[in-house]
T-cell receptor, first 112, second 112 residues
Framework: SQKIEQNSEALNIQEGKTATLTCNYTNYSPAYLQWYRQDPGRGPVFLLLIRENEKEKRKERLKVTFDTTLKQSLFHITASQPADSATYLCALGYSSASKIIFGSGTRLSIRP | EAGVVQSPRYKIIEKKQPVAFWCNPI?????LYWYLQNLGQGPELLIRYENEEAVDDSQLPKDRFSAERLKGVDSTLKIQPAELGDSAVYLC??????????FGPGTRLTVL
């Protein structure tokens, strides 16, 4: 079965620096990969989607890369702010079945 | 636009009791999902509906869990009888024509 690995330990970053989160997967590559943000006590919120034929996607201070050879996606937050502190989940999507499989998430903490 | 609505937000019951969760998706979204999320883990799919049809319920423990989505709009997830291991957050999500999923705030279930 598919296995998704995200940084298991919390990531602590100084405000203003770039935060980089990793999502690795085994076995077959997904048709697309999504990143979600989740705050305590709330449901995940969609951030970005990148397809298997795309190398990079950007949205404001966010950037996602997708390397199907390495079976890895990197999620970057530039000029990080304390308000970016949250848990970030990657999710792999397969074909048009609308089914996605979530990783366990990485907790990001931005200190002032 | 209203988001995904879930109720109740919190529920505490004793083991062997029944419990039900309700979800109202975003208007016009045909696809509805129920997820289970344990602490420190990503959401795990329990069941996915396309309109009123359950198209993926392979992860739903059918001996005690049941779900329905009459008329293809709101949905109810039921557990009967509840077990200690069912304590978790139950998330509902919906999606329209794209792959992005919109999540509700979740119901935190505690089974004593």
């Amino acid at each position: 079965s598919q296995k998704i690995e995200q940084n298991s330990e919390a990531l602590n970053i100084q405000e203003g620096k770039t935060a980089t989160l990793t999502c690795n997967y085994t076995n077959y590559s997904p048709a697309y990969l999504q990143w979600y943000r989740q705050d305590p006590g709330r449901g995940p919120v969609f951030l970005l989607l990148i397809r298997e034929n795309e190398k990079e996607k950007r949205k404001e201070r966010l950037k996602v890369t997708f390397d199907t050879t390495l079976k890895q996606s990197l999620f970057h937050i530039t000029a990080s702010q304390p308000a970016d502190s949250a848990t970030y989940l990657c999710a792999l999507g397969y074909s048009s079945a609308s089914k996605i499989i979530f990783g366990s998430g990485t907790r990001l903490s931005i200190r002032p | 636009e209203a988001g995904v609505v879930q109720s109740p937000r919190y529920k505490i019951i004793e083991k062997k009791q029944p419990v039900a969760f309700w979800c109202n998706p975003i208007s016009g979204h045909n696809t509805l999902y129920w997820y289970l999320q344990n602490l420190g883990q990503g959401p795990e799919l329990l069941i996915r509906y396309e309109n009123e049809e359950a198209v993926d319920d392979s992860q739903l423990p059918k001996d005690r869990f049941s779900a329905e989505r009459l008329k293809g709009v709101d949905s109810t997830l039921k557990i009967q009888p509840a077990e200690l291991g069912d304590s978790a957050v139950y998330l509902c999500a919906s999606s329209g024509t794209g792959e992005e999923q919109f999540f509700g705030p979740g119901t935190r279930l505690t089974v004593l």
